[in-house]
């Protein structure tokens, strides 16, 4: 099972200002195909997870802008460039290379 | 649109079993595998396991192995979750997914309570 790690558990944010969250594997995420499988999804409060980007880079539909994901191998990260109210929520990466998925254990946004 | 409907909240005794519904449309069923995640009260996201549209072949965790069984019904356009030998840490918010290459749609999600 691949391991996944991120890191901060608890982010304080204030509006318009940047946020960064990573996420890291314990073994790459890089397919034969040359994408990484790597997803990061937002929990709000009292709803379902809604996906933001898939395969490392990659934006939703609907997604805005200033979310972007990077990284490669086994090493990745969320940014958001200004940070809304909307935000919210409780941020999880996931890893999609192998059947048997697994999540990070999350990282919660909250404004300050 | 493709649309998930998930079954009704459910209330289990320890030890019982739980089968948990997840209605499809708006695509093709054979085209996409159901997965299925569960969220407990204070913890992260977990994944539980896979059953493709295509064929019914499944994946569980290994948490679940031997205790978990994803099914499904082509005629409905419905995937089910089954649960057995239910304890307290059961207890969680069941949510089924779908997607090509991650998982854009998901259901409203299931309450299960496991308390005696």
């Known amino acids: 099972e691949i391991v996944m790690t991120q890191s901060p558990r608890s982010l304080p944010v204030t509006p318009g200002e940047p946020a960064s969250i990573s996420c890291r594997s314990n073994?790459?995420?890089?397919?034969?195909?040359?994408?990484?499988?790597l997803d990061w999804y937002l929990q709000k409060p009292g709803k379902s997870p809604q996906l933001l980007i898939y395969?490392?880079?990659n934006r939703a539909s609907g997604v805005p802008d200033r979310i972007s994901g990077s990284g490669s191998g086994t090493d990745f990260t969320l940014k958001i460039s200004r940070v809304e109210a909307e935000d919210v929520g409780v941020y999880y990466c996931?890893?999609?290379?192998?059947?048997?998925?697994?999540f990070g254990q999350g990282t919660k946004m909250e404004i300050k | 649109q493709v649309q998930l409907v998930q079954s009704g909240g459910e209330l289990k005794k320890p030890g019982a079993s739980v089968k948990v519904a997840c209605e499809t449309s708006?695509?093709?069923?054979?085209?996409?595998?159901i997965s299925w995640v569960r969220h407990a009260p204070g913890q992260g996201l977990e994944w539980m396991g896979w059953?493709?549209?295509?064929?019914?072949?499944?994946n569980y965790a290994q948490k679940f192995q031997g205790r978990l069984t994803l099914t499904m019904e082509t005629s409905t356009t419905t995937g089910y979750m089954e649960l057995k030998s239910l304890t307290s840490d059961d207890t969680a918010v069941y949510y089924c997914?779908?997607?090509?290459?991650?998982?854009?749609?998901w259901g409203q999600g299931t309450l299960v309570t496991v308390s005696s």
């Open positions: 708006g695509y093709i069923f054979n085209n996409y595998g």
């Open positions: 073994q790459s995420l890089l397919h034969r195909n040359g994408y990484h499988y």
């Open positions: 997914a779908v997607g090509r290459l991650a998982y854009d749609y």
């Open positions: 059953i493709s549209g295509f064929n019914g072949h499944t």
């Open positions: 996931m890893q999609g290379l192998q059947t048997v998925r697994t």
């Open positions: 395969l490392g880079s």
